[in-house]
């Protein structure tokens, strides 16, 4: 961009659609010679087009703006046992999308060539002008430099050059985040977080994390590790985590926590319906835990109460310290639905200072699968426009 006018032009556009002349000059509060500048450049390149006649407002009728139809963006949400690819058109809007079971404990070249095949088959069901792309990985990620650190559940990856690697694949830019912060993201622009300023997004899948936003914007600290609430300690004599240490939150809660303890659980006796599962599929998911609870065993019903407790102890501690206005909760594990979210709730309320949590909604996300790829899109489109 040519200056600031015109990257702010396109963000409207993402963020509200097509707007006319008259709505974009009092916005962005330029003269209407200054914007027909503006525009006349965004024009030329292809970002924006103009569109049919605006609503009358008296007068000579002014004409809408918008995003160029043609643009497109890639997203990738990497999971630890699934990757999902979106593309999007310039406003985050998934026109296309893609979601396959992938271990990231495979590395990332097979992981990555699997991203690659995937982004190959859904810009083929869209095709249009590819602008960038944004990734997600589920572990601590270095913005600055577009690769992982030390991510305790991705063996191979440290410091491996995705954003390089997936730049020179695509000839576009890339950005690489953390895979919450892309969820905070997406659901800050397309979901029940819609506009707030201020709020958390916490991820319950095989892992746990949580996405800070403060004033708009991703809180990341400053190497990129802020919001690592996974691996905050509740006990000194806990469960092992997959970081190496123990009694880590992410140990009691996590998804693969979670199989741990209905697996322990139905040998014991003490699930009739976990036993049974068990007997006919060999294997124990966090779903099934969910699955049992809600038909009522005691037992699973236990495990999501303890777990929603523990995570509700962690919420507590981070809505005192941050008085964020919305606390969002989504993965794979968030199917527990609302069982869960009113023990968590329950311990929030319970816990945090009344002028913190008086008008606190805490809530599932709206996005679910689509958040990744929706923040990843909002990434990138964020990146291209700036």
């Given amino acids: 961009m040519r200056s600031r006018h015109e990257s702010r032009v396109l963000e409207l556009l993402r963020d509200e659609g097509p707007l006319s002349r008259v709505a974009l000059g009092e916005r962005l509060e330029l003269p209407r010679a200054k914007l027909a500048g503006e525009l006349s450049r965004l024009i030329d390149s292809g970002l924006v ?16 703006v918008h995003l160029a139809d ?45 991203v690659v095949d995937l982004a190959g088959r859904v810009v083929g069901k869209a095709p249009g002008r590819l602008m960038g792309a944004g990734v997600g990985l589920p572990g601590p990620v270095s913005f600055r430099d577009g690769m992982p ?50 709020l958390i997004f916490v991820k319950i899948g ?15 600290g400053v190497a990129g590790t802020a919001g690592d609430i996974g691996h905050i300690k509740l006990d000194d004599y806990g469960p092992a985590c997959a970081c190496g240490e123990v009694g880590c939150l992410e140990a009691y809660f996590g998804g693969a926590a979670l199989a741990r303890d209905a697996l322990t659980l139905a040998r014991s006796g003490r699930s009739g319906m976990l036993a049974a599962t068990l007997e006919e599929r060999g294997q124990l998911t966090a779903a099934d835990v969910g699955t049992a609870a809600a038909a009522g065993d005691f037992g699973a019903a236990n495990l999501v109460r303890e777990g929603g407790r523990r995570l ?75």
Avoid at 86 to 92: E, Y
Avoid at 164 to 191: C, F, Q, S, T, Y
Avoid at 206 to 220: A, K, Q, S
């Fill in 49 to 64: 087009e103009i569109g049919g006649p605006a609503a009358s407002r008296g007068g000579r009728r002014s004409t809408l």
């Fill in 70 to 114: 043609d643009l497109r963006f890639i997203a990738v949400d990497v999971g630890a046992t699934s990757v999902a690819v979106a593309v999007t058109d310039g406003r985050c809007e998934v026109l296309a999308n893609e979601r396959e079971e992938c271990d990231v404990r495979l590395g990332p070249t097979q992981v990555l060539g699997r």
């Fill in 149 to 198: 650190v030390a991510p305790p559940i991705m063996p191979g990856w440290d410091r491996y050059p995705v954003r390089e690697e997936l730049a020179g694949k695509w000839g576009r830019p890339v950005v690489v985040d953390n895979d919450v912060n892309i969820m905070a993201l997406g659901e800050r622009h397309a979901g029940v977080a819609r506009s707030l300023d201020d």
């Fill in 206 to 220: 095989t892992g746990i994390g949580c996405g800070i936003v403060v004033g708009g914007r991703v809180y990341r």
């Fill in 312 to 386: 509700g102890h962690v919420i507590a501690s981070l809505v005192s310290f941050l008085n964020p206005g919305m606390v969002v909760i989504g993965g794979g594990v968030s199917r527990l639905g609302h069982p869960l979210l009113a023990e968590v709730r329950s311990s929030v309320y319970r816990r945090s200072l009344p002028l913190a949590t008086g008008n606190l909604p805490i809530v599932l996300s709206e996005l679910g699968d689509l958040a990744g790829v929706t923040g990843a899109a909002w990434s990138a489109t964020d990146h291209i426009f700036n």
